[in-house]
């Protein structure tokens, strides 16, 4: 079954602007991996939060993790036009495998 | 790029034909996945190999043929498909088996159209 479920869908927004998305999961994880992919193209690893921690930045990028609510957001601040693209939450166990969500699209108009 | 390449980048082939996807990573990684990308469905994985051993097979149909002669190289062998498998097909690597705690570096896709 699915295990990350992003939210919102869509997201349209102004340069300048901050973007949020959030994913929700099911299952207990051992961390979880935001990645980006621009129109027809391979994922981009963006950053990785493992169960213990809280919070994480790279950049103009912030990812929070609650595991008592199987949560995490992804916020990019001060967006720009090439942030335009999809992202994705994926959570992983200890196994091999990455299990994705169905992404967030977001646009960012200049 | 991201040190993962995939030939060919498209595909056009009939439901009787039999081609071959490569994926070549320059990373030194061990572990190797395909992932199948679908309009509106998340991203699904197909094979998972660590170290040249093919350590999860996702409830493929048998017309999907994967193959991992090294730690460098994956193919993915296509015969007899059939429309719905028209999709983004996704090659990446990771450095160590179990993705639990690397990253996966992925490959900018083939996109498949079967006729």
């Known amino acids: 079954s699915q295990q990350g479920e992003e939210d919102p869908q869509a997201l349209s927004i102004q340069e300048g602007e901050n973007a949020t998305m959030n994913c929700s999961y099911k299952?207990?994880?051992?961390?979880l991996q935001w990645y980006r992919q621009n129109s027809g193209r391979g994922l981009v690893h963006l950053i990785l939060?493992?169960?213990?921690?809280r919070e994480k930045h790279s950049g103009r990028l912030r990812v929070t993790l609650d595991t008592s609510k199987k949560s995490s957001s992804l916020l990019i601040t001060a967006s720009r036009a090439a942030d335009t693209a999809s992202y994705f939450c994926?959570?992983?166990?200890?196994?091999?495998?990455?299990?994705f969500g169905t992404g967030t699209r977001l646009q960012v108009f200049p | 790029e991201t040190g993962v390449t995939q030939t060919p980048r498209h595909l056009v082939m009939g439901m009787t034909n039999k081609k071959s996807l490569k994926c070549e990573q320059h990373?030194?990684?061990?572990?190797m996945y395909w992932y199948k990308q679908s309009a509106k469905k998340p991203l699904e994985l197909m094979f998972v190999?660590?170290?040249?051993?093919?350590?999860e097979n996702n409830s493929v149909p048998s017309r999907f043929s994967p193959e991992c002669p090294n730690s460098s190289h994956l193919f993915l062998h296509l015969h007899t498909l059939q429309p719905e498998d028209s999709a983004l097909y996704l090659c990446?690597?990771?450095?160590?088996?179990?993705?639990?705690?690397?990253?996966?570096?992925f490959g900018p896709g083939t996109r498949l159209t079967v006729l």
């Open positions: 990446a690597s990771s450095l160590a088996p179990g993705a639990g705690d690397h990253e996966q570096f």
């Open positions: 299952t207990s994880i051992n961390n």
């Open positions: 939060i493992r169960s213990n921690e």
């Open positions: 994926a959570t992983a166990d200890n196994t091999d495998k990455l299990i």
């Open positions: 990373l030194g990684h061990n572990a």
């Open positions: 190999y660590s170290l040249e051993e093919r350590v």
